[in-house]
């Protein structure tokens, strides 16, 4: 099985299937999107999981800001273990003319071990991983030894609209024993990762509006309030020049022991043309691995007064800040917007506006449940070296819902790496990625198949 997960990537087979991919342009908050992604879920999606012996039904989304939902149901015996899996049609836009070498966005291009194309990593050629490792499974036993259900989203990359209500409402159809998807990047380009949930993230835009008008600043300097200079001592007051959150709510409670063991080995930015770490970044007394994956971050996004390119000599009237919180799993981040508006204020910062927007929910599947166990102990025999185990990865996805809404075990098992461009121009796949991909979810599939029963 795993000689022909292998042959069916260096044939060209999967590259020319990405490649009918990627040409749909399904950008969620585009009006042309909402057509493309129509199309391919009735074109592709829809096919894939007939042809895997699903039943499939398209729903709309509860939420109009959303688009569509699509459930694929393959159900061999009530008394077989039940499979999970998710992925989303949607892309961001695909920043068309900033490319590099004119490529097309929508046209899948091998250059070498990299295949460029806005979906290429995220998250079209993850999940036709995942389709792919299904059908071989079926075309060498003719069962899969499982029960699948498959739910496609289709606004992941505009937050997931929707999706909380439309899973709460579905929960019969999509109840199952455990999740197996992929999404995000691994650890790094070379080392086969499994992540059990994701960091959430709040946004917190911070605004100093104080006058109408700018003032000369020989005129003025000295006896009018500078919103600017005000703007970022209050953010010094949240997070230091070095990047060590100050205010004690906005941090989580601990760095669990099995958190921190699952880490313990974890280098970061090995994969050549990663950034290099800066030292004495963040909080100095956790490792990189745990700042990255088990911690909480406050960042600025973006800060600005009056015209940064064209200064004049005048005290700008306003300066806003856009902040974000990554946070992980145990944080309570109900009242982030009072309690930071409170802090200010007790550094004398009352007059700097606070509005916090949360998008995706931090949660996480524990480290020592018995499925995290079962799929290292899998995915190491296969890959032939130990997989990275990650209590969560550093970004935002929708894990909450299943966690949190469906009560599953999750486990994502990702086909990318933090290098893969993704959101960006030059967005790509990497081929030894989705060579070993293949054979990755293969054997993890029919593995849970040839459990059969006992994993219920």
Known sequence: ???????????????????????????????????AIKAYLDEVLTPALTALGCSVSTYPNPDPAGG?????????????PTLLCYGHADVVDGHQGRWSDGRDPWTLTADGERWYGRGSADNKGQHLINLTALRLILAETGSLGFNLKFLFETGEEIGSPGLDEFVMAHREDLNADVLIASDGPRLDAATPTVFLG?????????????????????????VLRN????????????????GRVLVPELLPPGLPDSVRAAL???????????????????????TAAERLYGWNTLEVLSLGAADIERPVNAIPGRARAMLQLRYVAGTDV????????????AQGFS????????????SRTPVDDPWVGWAKDVLDEVSGHPVAILPSFGGGL????????????????????????????????????????????????HALGRRGGETR
């Open 227 to 242: 919103p600017a200079t005000t703007l970022t001592g209050a953010i010094a007051s949240l997070v230091d020049g070095h």
């Open 351 to 362: 007059m700097v506006d606070v509005t916090a927007e949360a998008s995706f929910v931090a």
């Open 198 to 222: 994701a960091r959430g993230s709040v946004r917190i835009a911070l605004d100093v509006d104080l006058r109408p008008d700018a003032y000369h600043s020989g005129n003025w300097g000295g």
């Open 264 to 286: 313990a080995d974890l280098e970061i930015g090995t994969t050549p043309g990663d950034p290099a770490l800066d030292e004495g970044w963040g909080d100095t007394g956790l």
């Open 398 to 445: 929708p894990n909450h819902v299943f966690t949190d809404v469906l009560g599953l075990p999750t486990l994502w098992l990702p086909h990318s790496y933090p290098g893969c461009l993704q959101h960006a121009p030059d967005e790509h796949l990497l081929a030894p990625i989705a060579r070993e991909g293949v054979v990755l979810a293969t054997a993890l599939f």
């Open 68 to 80: 569509p939902f699509l459930i694929g149901t393959r159900i061999e015996s009530p008394e077989l």
């Open 1 to 35: 099985m795993v000689s022909k997960a292998q042959e069916h990537v260096d044939s060209g087979a999967f590259f020319a299937e990405l490649a009918e991919l990627v040409r749909y342009p399904t950008v969620s908050d585009h009006p042309s999107g909402r057509v």
């Open 334 to 345: 109900d009242r982030v917007g009072e309690v930071i508006t409170a802090h200010l204020a």
